[in-house]
C-alpha cells in the first residue's frame, strides 16, 4: 500500500469496480487504490443467489474482470482491508490492522451489509444471508446434509434462494411478515403471480407470519423457526433475506450528510469534499422516483454512478439521469423491471398471466411510470421509452398485448 493515493475507492463490488475501469477508459493517468473487504477481487452479485448458489456458474466464471486486468491497469486491489476512519480534514484513511493511507478524490462504494434477526437463535451457525460469496460458500457446503430450508423474507432475493432451493430438491418454507411478498417494489398482481408460481413449485409460502424466534439444540444449530402466531417450521438451515444496512459508518462519523445511506447530489458528490459516493449506499434525489431521495440496489445504478463520480472527477460534469432496471431469475421467468412504481396510482395488466408470459404496468397521473415485464422482452424493451417520455398513452391499447408498445397512440 502507497503512502497517497490520486483516487481512493472504498467497496470492491460493482459500483466501486466501474468508478476504477471508466476512470481508466476516460484516461485518468493518477494512482489508484480499490480497497475491498472481501478476499476476492470484484465480483459480480446478482447471480450469487441464482448460478452460483445453484452450482451452474464457478466462481472464475462471476469475475467481473480477470484477476490480471486490475494489475495491467495499474489499480491497486487492496482486499481483505476494511476502512474505519475518515478524516477529510486531512484527507486521509484509517484502515483494518492500523495502516494509513491519503487521497486526492475519494470514492466510498461500500454497499450494505444484510439486515439480520436480531431474535432468540438468529446467531446460530446455520442462519445465513445471501450477500458475497462467503455467505453462499457456507450455504453449499451444508446442502448435503440440509433437508428442509426456512427463508425469512419474500423479496427478490429470498424468493430467488426458494426457485434454487426447490430447484435442488429441498423442502422449503418461506416467510414474509406482510401480507404479501414484493410488497416494497411491486403492486399485488405481480405479488399474486409469484405466489402462485412459487407455491406451484412446492414451497410452503406463508405471508403476514412474523417471526417470534429461531430455536435452537444443544449444540447451537437452529433446528426450527417458531412463529409469532405459534406455528414450528422445523429447518436444518435458515436464510435471511431482509434487506440491507447501507455501510456509510465511516463517512457519517466523519460529518457526512445521511441518514439511510449517504446523502449525494446530482454529481454524487458527497456533502465533504472531494468525497463522492455510489451504488447501494448512495442516497439521492431520483426523478424517476416521484423525486424522492432513495437509494437503489442495483446493478444499473451501481455502474451508472461510477461513470458520473469518474466524470466530475475528471472535469466534466454530467448530472446522474439513468433510468432504473433491475432483473431477477427464479424457475424459468425472466422478470424485467424498468422504472419504479413507488406513489403509483394505477396498475394495469397487459396479457394473461396464466400464459405466464405478461407485463404489469404502473401508472400516475395517466402517465407510465415503470413496467414488470415477466418473459415479455419486447414490452420491456419498448417500455422504457414510455416511461422516459412520461406522456400518456392510451390505456386500452396499452392493455392489448396484440399491439406492440411503441405503436401504442397518445391519449
Not at 158 to 173: D, I, S
Not at 214 to 223: C, K, M, P, R, S
Not at 253 to 272: I, Q, Y
Request: proline content about 4%; charged content about 20%.
Amino acid at each position: 500500500m502507497q503512502d497517497n493515493y490520486d483516487v481512493v475507492i472504498v467497496g470492491a463490488g460493482h459500483a466501486g469496480a466501474q468508478a476504477a475501469i471508466c476512470l481508466r477508459q476516460m484516461g485518468f493517468a493518477g494512482s489508484i487504490a480499490l480497497i475491498g473487504d472481501e478476499r476476492f477481487p470484484p465480483y459480480e452479485r446478482p447471480p450469487l443467489s441464482k448460478e452460483y448458489l445453484a452450482g451452474e456458474k464457478p466462481f472464475e466464471r462471476i469475475l467481473l474482470r480477470p484477476e490480471a486486468f486490475w494489475g495491467e491497469r495499474q489499480v491497486d486491489l487492496l482486499l481483505g482491508k476494511r476502512v474505519t476512519a475518515v478524516d477529510p480534514a486531512t484527507k486521509s484513511l484509517t484502515i483494518s490492522g492500523g495502516e494509513h493511507t491519503q487521497y486526492g478524490q475519494l470514492i466510498w462504494a461500500t454497499g450494505g451489509t444484510p439486515r439480520m434477526m436480531d431474535c432468540k437463535g438468529s446467531n446460530a451457525a446455520n442462519v445465513f444471508a445471501v450477500r458475497t460469496r462467503a455467505d453462499v460458500d457456507k450455504i453449499m457446503a451444508r446442502l448435503d446434509t440440509a433437508q428442509s430450508v426456512a427463508i425469512i423474507g419474500g423479496g427478490y432475493i429470498g424468493l430467488e434462494a426458494a426457485a434454487v432451493m426447490r430447484k435442488l430438491g429441498k423442502q422449503v418454507t418461506l416467510i414474509e411478515a406482510l401480507d404479501r411478498v414484493l410488497s416494497r417494489v411491486a403492486g399485488p398482481s405481480l405479488s399474486a403471480f409469484f405466489e402462485e408460481e412459487h407455491r406451484a413449485h412446492g414451497v410452503d409460502l406463508r405471508t403476514g407470519y412474523t417471526v417470534d424466534h429461531i430455536e435452537t439444540d444443544e449444540a447451537g444449530h437452529a433446528v426450527a423457526v417458531q412463529c409469532g402466531n405459534g406455528d414450528r417450521i422445523v429447518a436444518d438451515m435458515v436464510i435471511v433475506g431482509i434487506g440491507i444496512i447501507a455501510q456509510t459508518g465511516p463517512l457519517i462519523a466523519a460529518g457526512a450528510a445521511g441518514g439511510n445511506g449517504v446523502d449525494v447530489d446530482e454529481f454524487c458528490r458527497t456533502s465533504l469534499p472531494d468525497i463522492y459516493a455510489i451504488g447501494d449506499c448512495a442516497a439521492h434525489a431520483n426523478p424517476f422516483a416521484n423525486d424522492r431521495v432513495v437509494r437503489l440496489e442495483s446493478v444499473q445504478n451501481a455502474n451508472d454512478q461510477a461513470k458520473v463520480a469518474a466524470a466530475h472527477i475528471m472535469g466534466n460534469a454530467e448530472a446522474y439521469h439513468a433510468v432504473p432496471w433491475f432483473w431477477s431469475n427464479q424457475y424459468d421467468l425472466r422478470l424485467q423491471t424498468v422504472g419504479l412504481s413507488l406513489d403509483y396510482d394505477q396498475e394495469l395488466v397487459r396479457g394473461d398471466p396464466a400464459s405466464r408470459s405478461f407485463s404489469v404496468i404502473y401508472l400516475r397521473g395517466g402517465k407510465v411510470i415503470a413496467l414488470d415485464c415477466v418473459n415479455a422482452t419486447k414490452d420491456y424493451v419498448q417500455g422504457r421509452k414510455a416511461v422516459t417520455e412520461g406522456i400518456p398513452l392510451d390505456l386500452e391499447e396499452l392493455a392489448n398485448p396484440l399491439i406492440p408498445i411503441k405503436e401504442v397512440n397518445h391519449a
